[in-house]
């Protein structure tokens, strides 16, 4: 197959279209019984096996099976996942999140980035290949409800239905095109620990008069926040840095080296008040690539509406979102977050973990896997190929590696301006079109 024009893409997008109005974030089950009907009618009309893992949550997981028509196949899985957040502030879209809207070629919905649209690429390859009866492997799909939660059954299906999901390489959920249309590939993940602080100071607010002599629970949160890292981004846990790899690997410095970051790119793309906190490119790169991090992603106290209202709260709440860098273990590290709080005299601080994930990087940059995603793209995209050893973001690759032991590489639709998890998630229908055809091409090589 030399051109993509014998694939249906309007079809696709079609298909894209309708799965894009099922507005399946947490809290709308209706939503997800939607999804569900609709990943089965896809997946058995296209001559595919497809089986429901239930969870105490209701939110299934669901499992897909199209057989190779060549004998002896290797078998690919991918890995996607239906729910996506909610439109958030829809005042900053330009749109109804979740009625997709084409213009200039691109295509904005909430989830189309992140990861309904390579979802759907995946589907149609695959579908694509089956119907010319030259699909020359076998191809599973695990697409889970709970990856914005925190994937937390993953590991309990994985081992239950380990047979089910045995395979020889896996393809995860996210990719995308760079500032320079670069290719993006990703061959790992961070850690993360998802941690939410709680402070009570009294039974109830207090009236403001009394400020001088009582202090609040936002002060008082606020002021043990301020212990966590300094104006440039250091953490001051003492211990924090310790299991962190140093890594010296020179090829390893060298992909990290070519990636296409700058401070100032960065600062015009999200329109940054102040400058990213390193002195230059190559700090920037390697704090995103290797270094972990430590950020306040939200903060909840007291009064903020139209007008006065005199009080010290007394209850304050924020989530604390903690990247790992290399060879970081989210225990040990929660062990020193909590020592550090009792320290600073913050021990009445409570901590609730909400989420903890070890990293993951593939074993090898010379994997035979990830070399054959990185050619093909080449081949297709007709432009360079960028290397990510590890993702700046986090997801269970880990589990996977753990219990089906296989190479993991990351691919997807996402582009520069994708913003997924914001207002306007998009991407680009060539994109899309390419995208098809390089996975094509990958499972016809595999």
Same mark, same amino acid.
């Given at each position: %197959?030399?051109?993509?024009?014998?694939?249906?893409?309007?079809?696709?997008?079609?298909?894209?279209?309708?799965?894009?109005?099922?507005? @399946?974030?947490?809290?709308?089950?209706?939503?997800?019984?939607?999804?569900?009907?609709?990943?089965?009618?896809? =997946?058995?009309?296209?001559?595919?096996?497809?089986?429901?893992?239930?969870?105490?949550?209701?939110?299934?997981?669901?499992?897909?099976?199209?057989?190779?028509?060549?004998?002896?196949?290797?078998?690919?899985?991918?890995? &996607?996942?239906?729910?996506?957040? &909610?439109?958030?502030?829809?005042?900053?879209? /330009?749109?109804?999140?979740?009625?997709?809207?084409?213009?200039?070629? =691109?295509?904005?919905?909430?989830?189309?980035?992140?990861?309904?649209?390579?979802?759907?690429?995946?589907?149609?390859?695959?579908?694509?290949?089956?119907?010319?009866?030259?699909?020359?492997?076998?191809?599973?799909?695990? =697409?889970?409800?709970?990856? #914005?939660?925190?994937?937390?059954?993953?590991?309990?299906?994985?081992?239950?239905?380990?047979?089910?999901?045995?395979?020889?390489?896996?393809?995860?959920?996210?990719?995308?095109?760079?500032?320079?249309?670069?290719?993006?590939?990703?061959?790992?993940?961070?850690?993360?620990?998802?941690?939410?602080?709680?402070?009570?100071?009294?039974?109830?607010?207090?009236?403001? %008069?009394?400020?001088?002599?009582?202090?609040?629970?936002?002060?008082?949160?606020?002021?043990?926040?301020?212990?966590?890292?300094?104006?440039?981004?250091?953490?001051?846990?003492?211990?924090?840095?310790?299991?962190?790899?140093?890594?010296?690997?020179?090829?390893?410095? $060298?992909?990290? /080296?070519?990636?296409?970051?700058?401070?100032?790119? %960065?600062?015009?793309?999200?329109?940054?008040?102040?400058?990213?906190?390193?002195?230059?490119?190559? #700090?920037?790169?390697?704090?995103?690539?290797?270094?972990?991090?430590?950020?306040?992603?939200?903060?909840? $106290?007291?009064?903020?509406?139209?007008?006065?209202? +005199?009080?010290?709260?007394?209850?304050?709440? +924020?989530?604390?979102?903690?990247?790992?860098?290399?060879?970081?273990?989210?225990?040990?590290?929660?062990?020193?977050?909590?020592?550090?709080?009792?320290?600073?005299?913050? @021990?009445?601080?409570?901590?609730?973990?909400?989420?903890?994930?070890?990293?993951?990087?593939?074993?090898?940059?010379?994997?035979?896997?990830?070399?054959?995603?990185?050619?093909?793209?080449? /081949?297709?995209?007709?432009?360079?190929?960028?290397?990510?050893?590890?993702?700046?973001?986090?997801?269970?690759?880990?589990?996977?590696?753990?219990?089906?032991?296989?190479?993991?590489?990351?691919?997807?639709?996402?582009?520069?301006?994708?913003? +997924?998890?914001?207002?306007?998630?998009?991407?680009?229908?060539?994109?899309?079109?390419?995208?098809?055809?390089?996975?094509?091409?990958?499972?016809?090589?595999?």
């Amino acid at each position: %197959m030399n051109s993509t024009k014998e694939i249906d893409i309007d079809n696709s997008l079609s298909i894209l279209d309708r799965y894009l109005r099922i507005p @399946s974030f947490l809290g709308n089950q209706l939503a997800i019984q939607d999804i569900i009907k609709f990943l089965k009618k896809i =997946i058995i009309e296209n001559n595919g096996k497809f089986k429901l893992i239930s969870n105490l949550e209701n939110r299934p997981i669901v499992y897909a099976l199209f057989e190779s028509d060549y004998p002896k196949s290797k078998t690919l899985l991918f890995y &996607d996942h239906y729910d996506v957040l &909610d439109g958030g502030n829809v005042d900053e879209w /330009n749109s109804n999140p979740f009625i997709p809207l084409v213009k200039d070629d =691109i295509l904005y919905a909430r989830g189309v980035a992140d990861n309904k649209g390579s979802l759907i690429q995946r589907l149609t390859a695959v579908t694509y290949l089956k119907r010319q009866h030259k699909l020359h492997c076998n191809v599973k799909f695990l =697409i889970e409800g709970e990856e #914005e939660l925190g994937s937390q059954h993953i590991e309990s299906c994985l081992i239950n239905h380990h047979d089910l999901f045995k395979c020889d390489a896996c393809i995860w959920e996210f990719g995308s095109r760079d500032i320079d249309d670069d290719v993006e590939i990703f061959a790992g993940v961070k850690g993360l620990i998802a941690l939410e602080l709680t402070c009570k100071t009294a039974l109830f607010d207090i009236h403001a %008069m009394y400020g001088g002599v009582i202090e609040g629970a936002a002060e008082r949160l606020g002021r043990a926040l301020s212990t966590l890292k300094n104006n440039d981004g250091h953490i001051q846990i003492d211990g924090f840095y310790n299991d962190l790899i140093d890594c010296q690997d020179k090829e390893y410095q $060298s992909v990290i /080296n070519q990636l296409s970051l700058s401070r100032v790119q %960065m600062s015009k793309i999200y329109g940054l008040v102040r400058q990213p906190q390193a002195k230059t490119d190559a #700090e920037l790169k390697q704090k995103l690539s290797i270094n972990p991090s430590i950020t306040i992603s939200g903060f909840d $106290s007291g009064y903020t509406g139209i007008g006065t209202k +005199a009080i010290i709260p007394s209850k304050a709440k +924020a989530k604390v979102d903690i990247r790992l860098g290399l060879g970081q273990d989210p225990e040990f590290i929660l062990k020193k977050i909590k020592l550090h709080f009792i320290k600073n005299g913050f @021990s009445d601080i409570k901590i609730k973990v909400t989420e903890s994930l070890p990293g993951s990087e593939i074993n090898s940059l010379n994997d035979s896997f990830l070399k054959l995603v990185l050619q093909t793209a080449e /081949n297709v995209y007709h432009a360079k190929t960028k290397l990510y050893p590890v993702s700046f973001g986090t997801g269970p690759i880990y589990l996977f590696k753990k219990h089906l032991k296989v190479p993991v590489v990351s691919t997807g639709v996402g582009w520069i301006n994708s913003n +997924a998890h914001g207002p306007n998630e998009s991407i680009r229908i060539e994109d899309y079109r390419l995208g098809i055809y390089h996975l094509v091409k990958i499972l016809q090589i595999f």
